[in-house]
């Protein structure tokens, strides 16, 4: 999907309490980036929390980050390989590159960089650099050339005052020009959510994402081409309301073959495979699993994908 719907998201780390993730999902957050493991490789401190609370509201897990500590190749292998060995079937590793401790290593920091990129693409996952300009201006500027291939997500706080999720995303002119494609922005680190304690990060992201529906079946965000239905849609539906539906299931990896979601399933009728799906799909969003599509439903499926 190439947002033509913001994608409003949050980051979580282990000073982030969450009360309720059925809330954070109903007031409008798309996806979350957890952190995934701590300064000594372990898993953070509410990864597991996070990453179950996600998951049972039907909040897409689209990254997991690493806040980066190693200013060695050793030490960059090691937590490469712990992060790895954490992050469960979430697509993306993201290396956060802020801290003082490594900013100083001039060529290294590309090395270290390099270490992680290869252990991300050697699993599979892509690869994004997360940080601002008090560190690329003085440290990764001068090697751009060399990490132009890497998308950024970029931090930069145009708002100062604490602002609500629908709150508008700030004018791209923020944004810096570099060389290397936004995958997103951090636009605020006091974002008031329904959900949360106390404030949280809240970014939009740019470039279509995967998310993980259920273990190692990943979905891409697109626009479902069916119309949608106005009216219930439940088992024995026909048309388009019923292609709609089936298009969601299909796309939340609910209709298929073989354990394979298998897109010759959307079909212009809801079947009794349908119907479980779609029970299915309500409980794991922290929905009424009453088989029926209607308007809470829809609203919900139109947020996730």
Known sequence: MNNEKELKGIDLAKWNKIISYAKLKKAGVDFAILKVINKSNNPDGRFTEHYNGCKNAGIPIIAGYTYCYTDTVKKAKAAATAFLNNCKDIPIMVLDL???????LGHRIVDIINVYREAAYGAGKEF?????????????????GEIADIPIWWARYPYKAAIAIDTKVPSKNYLPSIPNEIAGWQYSSTCKVDGAEGNLDINVWYRDIKVSVTPMQEITFEMNPFIQPTTT????????????????????????????????????????ESYLAIKEAQKRLGLEADGKVGKITRNVFLKVC
């Open 98 to 104: 802020e801290d003082s401790c490594i900013t100083n």
């Open 233 to 272: 849609v439940t088992i024995g539906t026909k048309g388009q309301g019923a292609l709609w539906v089936n298009w969601y299931l299909w796309r939340f990896g609910l209709l298929t073959t073989n354990g394979i979601p298998d897109e010759n399933k959307v079909i212009d009728t809801i079947t009794m």
């Open 128 to 144: 994004v650099i997360y940080t601002g300009a008090s560190f690329y201006n003085p440290c990764l500027k001068k090697y751009s």
